[in-house]
């Protein structure tokens, strides 16, 4: 490469970090100034090999140092937040004024502090902000050329001044313990961090943060580790996603570059760094709703009592059926099986177990599980009150307690069957009787509930009795009654010839 290239070259690097500077990270952008407002020069002596260094201030009374040696030092302008500066200007700073003392002059070590920069960017770059006397045999009165070398030395060494934060898991995945889902150990990977504080988003309410120690806590120690947990009962979704944010303010001050609005040199300015970093847990979960039906109209039935059991036969947990279904969460992947104890009124046990799988393809189900109807039998018979023989011919017609009819027949010689009444209180009554039997004023009552599901029920008739035609009878009786007039008239006048 000729010189001219080489010169070029130079140039080129000393323009990309005067201007940039910027290495990337995973700073929380508005932690930082955006904008500051550089004063007055302070003038300082001319301490080694007749250089001029002046002091410089933001109008807030901040110490900024400036990058490029061969452009003019602003002042009483704004300069705007262009990015990060060098790490090797970064650990110059930390360790140069103000934030430590030199000499404990602070004109002599604000001198220093900007001369071992422009040292170290000559040294980094091949720029040309100190000649080389000033580096090697120019004046030194006050001795001060050790205390600038340390300080470049130090900007050699300036990746240990870098803050790293990144969170780390070895399984992202939450498992369920004893009612609650749990992460694996999470750590974070830092340098320069003391101490950061974690935040959660998406996470249901109650979700806790425990430290190694399992103390609820999201001030965590920089070589600690932590946990998050969550109560099994208030994951409502069958999949969900947490992500784990921390953050921290680090232990060094990093050194941020800001460019001047009237094109001079820019100058830096150490500021509170904060890093942040992040990591998603994912929680797959599962939602079983399990729903008591009729077998006939699919309708939901309340009162069956079930238990919920593991494939191992352990019961999970158990439960009183309701018209709106029961809701079970959170059960691990595996197989289960559902068993009904007793069925609700009125309806037969469902003796076969209910059989269903969770797993990665199978984490929402709605089980339903049926019921027969009990058979309802009502048998009314009409029947002779004498020989309790069958007849035939009566109208007899059912009530219930509301008075409406649900069913009005003729007998016949065999029993009349009624199947399907609902539970409640009916009354048998009779319309019109068969012939020749008196018409029965008798309401039956019978009722049907769980334990009255069936009943025989015997409506009796009485035959009508035979009454004589009363003016047949008189005039028999008359006739009669002549007759033993006669007949005693006869006897006592022969008696009386006699005589």
Not at 78 to 91: D, K
Not at 449 to 459: G, P, V
Not at 487 to 492: C, K, N
Request: hydrophobic share 35%; proline share 3%.
């Amino acid at each position: 490469m000729n010189s001219k290239m080489k010169k070029f070259a130079k140039l080129l690097l000393v323009i990309m970090l005067s201007l940039t500077t910027i290495v990337p990270t995973n700073l929380t952008a508005n932690a930082l100034t955006k904008e500051i407002t550089l004063g007055e020069l302070e003038v300082l002596p001319r301490y080694m090999a007749g250089a001029l260094i002046d002091a410089k201030k933001t109008t807030s009374g901040e110490y900024v140092y400036c990058i490029d040696n061969t452009k003019p030092t602003a002042k009483n302008t704004t300069a705007t937040l262009v990015g990060e500066a060098n790490a090797g200007v970064t650990a110059i700073l930390n360790n140069g004024y103000p934030y430590k003392s030199i000499t404990g002059d602070k004109q002599k070590d604000y001198y220093i502090t900007q001369a071992a920069i422009w040292w170290y960017l000559d040294n980094v770059t091949g720029s040309s902000n100190l000649g080389t006397t000033f580096k090697t045999t120019g004046s030194d009165p006050q001795n001060l050329r050790p205390y600038i070398k340390n300080l470049v030395a130090l900007g050699s060494t300036g990746a240990s001044y870098e803050t790293t934060l990144t969170l780390s898991t070895d399984d992202s995945s939450m498992a369920l313990e004893n009612g609650y889902y749990i992460s694996s150990a999470i750590k974070a990977q830092v340098s320069n961090v003391n101490n950061y504080t974690v935040s959660l988003k998406n996470a249901p309410s109650q979700t806790e943060i425990l430290n190694s120690n399992g103390e609820i806590t999201n001030n965590i120690n920089a070589n600690d580790y932590f946990r998050i947990r969550i109560k099994a009962d208030k994951v409502t979704s069958v999949s969900l996603s947490i992500t784990v944010v921390a953050t921290a303010n680090s232990a060094i001050k990093k050194a941020y570059v800001y460019q001047p609005t009237n094109g001079m040199q820019n100058v830096a300015l150490l500021e509170n760094e904060t890093k942040s970093s992040s990591l998603t847990l994912n929680l797959a979960t599962s939602k079983v709703t399990i729903i008591k039906v009729d077998s006939k109209t699919g309708l939901p039935l309340a009162g069956a009592k079930l238990v919920l059991k593991d494939a191992s036969g352990k019961q999970i947990t158990s439960w009183t059926s309701t018209v709106n279904g029961h809701v079970i969460r959170n059960l691990s992947d595996g197989n289960y099986t559902v068993e009904e104890i007793s069925a609700p009124k009125g309806y037969k046990v469902n003796s076969t177990p209910i059989k269903f799988t969770v797993n990665s393809n199978n984490r929402d189900l709605k089980v339903k599980i049926a019921n027969e109807a009990k058979s309802v039998v009502v048998n009314i018979t009409k029947v002779d009150a004498s020989t309790n023989n069958p007849l035939s011919g009566a109208i007899l017609v059912v009530k219930d307690t509301s008075g409406n009819v649900v069913a009005r027949f003729t007998t016949a010689d065999n029993s009349y069957t009624l199947t399907d009444l609902a539970y409640g209180t009916y009354t048998v009554e009779e319309e019109q009787a068969p012939a020749g039997y008196k018409t029965s004023s008798e309401k039956i009552t019978f009722t049907i509930d769980e334990d009255h599901l069936s009943h025989q029920i015997i409506f009796k008739n009485y035959p009508e009795v035979q009454v004589p035609d009363t003016k047949s009878s008189s005039l028999l009786f008359s006739l009669l009654g002549i007759a033993i007039i006669s007949l005693g008239i006869r006897f006592v006048y022969k008696n009386g010839q006699k005589a």
